[in-house]
């Protein structure tokens, strides 16, 4: 069982920057792909960003692509998410999801095992 906690949410003005944190518990999360994964009310959850166990290889949505930085510390078992720009769309819940050992895709929830509660990000205008 892995236990995914979120953190750094907030409200920030347009233009200016949040830091998120998704601290992970157990042994397993060097083996982990990791996502940020957000969900604005009334819409699907969306894609984010992802990284693979070992932080080579990183993906983005194109929405963020250019802004927001994805980034681990496995001695920390922590996952990050530098926000940059922000833009009031970009209001949503954030979560991050684990994916254990799994080498397929990366793109969607259900690619996910576990997943954190979730931070509330507010972009104001």
């Known amino acids: 069982q892995v236990q995914l906690v979120e953190s750094g949410g907030g409200l920030v003005q347009a233009g200016g920057s949040l830091r998120l944190s998704c601290a992970a518990s157990?042994?397993?999360?060097?083996?982990?792909?990791m996502g940020w994964f957000r969900q604005a009310p009334g819409k699907e959850r969306e894609f984010v960003a992802s990284?693979?166990?070992?932080?080579?290889?990183?993906e983005y949505a194109g929405s963020v692509k250019g802004r927001f930085t994805i980034s681990r510390d496995n001695a920390k078992n922590t996952v990050y998410l530098q926000m940059n720009s922000l833009k009031p769309e970009d209001t949503a819940v954030y979560y991050c999801?684990?994916?254990?050992?799994?080498?397929?895709?990366?793109?969607?929830?259900?690619?996910?095992?576990?997943w954190g509660q979730g931070t509330q990000v507010t972009v104001a205008s």
């Open positions: 990284i693979s166990q070992s932080g080579e290889s990183t």
């Open positions: 999801a684990s994916r254990i050992y799994y080498s397929g895709s990366y793109y969607y929830p259900r690619d996910y095992n576990y």
């Open positions: 157990g042994r397993t999360f060097s083996s982990s792909r």
